[in-house]
């Protein structure tokens, strides 16, 4: 992106990203197909709902990625949580991407569902390839600016390790084997399942830096304000899926997906806590504090 365009869209930051959640989950809610498993209307507004808060949770990415470009510093924001992100949303895109578009692999579902459709839906699939590739820029820049000596952690190297290691076994078997176990919708449970652990495990080296340096600073609170809201908006409408239809299985069949709202919100809340509350004088009086509109603090 060139650095004229990247200055004005740091500048009208707000004005942009309210106008792309809005567009997004107006425009794309309204001109695409409604789910069709879900009556009316509920179905209209389970589809604006997604787009919505598909739209919270994909520009939360970026005020990171313009913050890290501004200070030309990734000094505050922990590579752990980095290095997760990017395993957790490679495995969630695989998972979406089977569920949504292979016919295989929602005959499978149904088999094992009572014949009832999965639950995702495109704008899952959209979101998840979308993480992955602005992780992947985020750690790039983590290569390019300072670190202040910042390294991934023993820890997080082998929790990804045996993630990579557990599923590329599971892969394996199931490619050369034939049984009720190891099939290609247990495979994708299973990358569903790393997902979930992931994101239990992924936010904690952030807390503990932000504990470590009694700051927030480096680490943006509009990520956590449009991931709250996005999370909030994930389980209200998977919520209102299961009751319109009186189908729980749209949270037992793909539980990845509300765990992932869930937890979200909950670590949301404690950085939310840390940046007002208990790290606000700190933020305030550093030389570093953010000011852009973009990055500000409310």
């Not at 300072?146 to 045996?162: D, E, P, Y």
């Not at 956590?224 to 729980?248: E, K, R, Y």
Request: with cysteine; net charge neutral; proline share 3%.
């Amino acid at each position: 992106m060139h650095p004229t365009l990247l200055a004005w869209t740091e500048r009208h930051g707000v004005a942009v990203g309210v106008s792309i959640i809005a567009l997004t989950g107006l425009g794309l809610g309204f001109s695409t197909d409604a789910t069709s498993n879900i009556p009316q209307p509920y179905n209209r507004i389970s589809s604006i709902v997604g787009w919505i808060y598909f739209a919270c949770w994909s520009v939360s990415f970026w005020p990171q990625v313009f913050l890290n470009w501004r200070r030309k510093s990734v000094v505050g924001l922990s590579l752990d949580f980095l290095v997760y992100n990017i395993l957790g949303f490679g495995c969630y895109a695989v998972f979406n991407l089977a569920f949504f578009y292979s016919d295989s692999v929602q005959d499978e579902y149904k088999r094992f569902h009572n014949g009832l459709p999965n639950a995702v839906q495109i704008n899952d699939v959209f979101f998840a390839l979308h993480a992955v590739a602005v992780s992947l820029l985020t750690y790039y820049q983590t290569t390019i600016y300072n670190r202040g000596g910042q390294v991934v952690s023993a820890t997080c190297k082998a929790t990804v390790g045996i993630g990579l290691v557990a599923a590329a076994l599971f892969l394996t078997i199931t490619i050369f084997t034939s049984s009720e176990l190891f099939n290609v919708l247990n495979f994708l449970y299973l990358l569903s399942y790393i997902k979930l652990v992931v994101s239990l495990v992924k936010y904690i080296p952030q807390v503990y830096l932000n504990y470590q340096r009694q700051l927030t600073i480096g680490w943006t609170i509009w990520n956590v304000l449009l991931d709250f809201s996005g999370g909030l908006l994930s389980m209200a409408q998977i919520l209102m899926t299961s009751s319109v239809t009186n189908d729980w299985t749209a949270i037992t069949g793909d539980p990845v997906k509300f765990g992932l709202g869930f937890t979200s919100v909950f670590f949301d809340v404690i950085f939310m806590v840390q940046h007002y509350i208990l790290y606000r004088e700190n933020n305030a009086s550093n030389s570093e504090s953010e000011q852009s509109p973009l990055l500000g603090r409310i």
